[in-house]
């Protein structure tokens, strides 16, 4: 079946402890990214990927970090989180390119305390 | 600032009526998208419509697209309880491809059976 996973699903954990959330396709997609929601807010993107070894900013980079050594692979790194990072996480792919659709992970529901 | 603005931000309509929102964005695009949210869970893309087309049918749903007043909207015909979830609107700006995907705030659509 194709799709994105991303885990864990919930987590907290508390200010300045490094985190990782794992995201990972099975459809051979160029394209990867990670976005946050929080209400009000809509989904902003984080960071995203045309390939491996390419990563740019999104919208709201500061404070994460993110690899692709990997086709398939693209974690998202909180390396000293903060109270502002609590959010809702989705990881994205899609084919590279114009008009692509994205296909979409059920979603990180982060806490940081 | 968002790119895209849903409108309305809540909608409540009977089971079988038709449900319509609306997008409004800033900047010349190459492709708008509308995709559907369920509770808390990943976005699932239902139609994508190009800057030189002007209405789109898949199935139940109707897009139009305006450039010239930088808007779009959704109806959703004879709708059903599963219908209810939250809509957001998603652009790519002219000029860049699909990475720079941004989304709008949404719509919360409630069906009352």
């Known amino acids: 079946e194709a799709q994105v996973t991303q885990n864990p699903r919930y987590l907290i954990t508390v200010t300045g402890k490094k985190l990782t959330v794992t995201c990972s396709q099975n459809m051979n997609h160029e394209y990867m990214s990670w976005y946050r929601q929080d209400p009000g807010l809509g989904l902003r993107q984080i960071y995203y990927s045309m390939n491996v070894e390419v990563t740019d900013k999104g919208d709201v980079p500061e404070g994460y970090k993110v690899s692709r050594k990997e086709k398939r692979n693209f974690p998202l790194i909180l390396e000293s989180p903060s109270p502002n990072q609590t959010s809702l996480y989705f990881c994205?792919?899609?084919?590279?390119?114009?008009?692509?659709?994205?296909?979409f992970g059920p979603g990180t529901r982060l806490t940081v305390l | 600032s968002q790119q895209g603005e849903e409108d309305p931000q809540a909608l409540s309509i009977q089971e079988g009526e038709n449900a319509t929102m609306n997008c409004s964005y800033k900047?010349?695009?190459?492709?708008l998208q509308w995709y559907r949210q369920n509770s808390g869970r990943g976005l699932v893309h239902l139609i994508l419509i190009r800057s030189n087309e002007r209405e789109k049918h898949s199935g139940r749903l109707r897009v139009t697209l305006d450039t010239s007043k930088k808007s779009s909207s959704l109806l959703i015909t004879a709708s059903r309880a599963a219908d209810t979830a939250s809509y957001f609107c998603a652009t790519d700006m002219a000029n860049f491809g699909n990475e720079k995907l941004t989304f709008g705030t949404g719509t919360r659509l409630t069906i009352i059976p």
């Open positions: 994205a792919s899609s084919l590279w390119g114009e008009a692509d659709t994205q296909y």
């Open positions: 900047t010349s695009i190459n492709n």
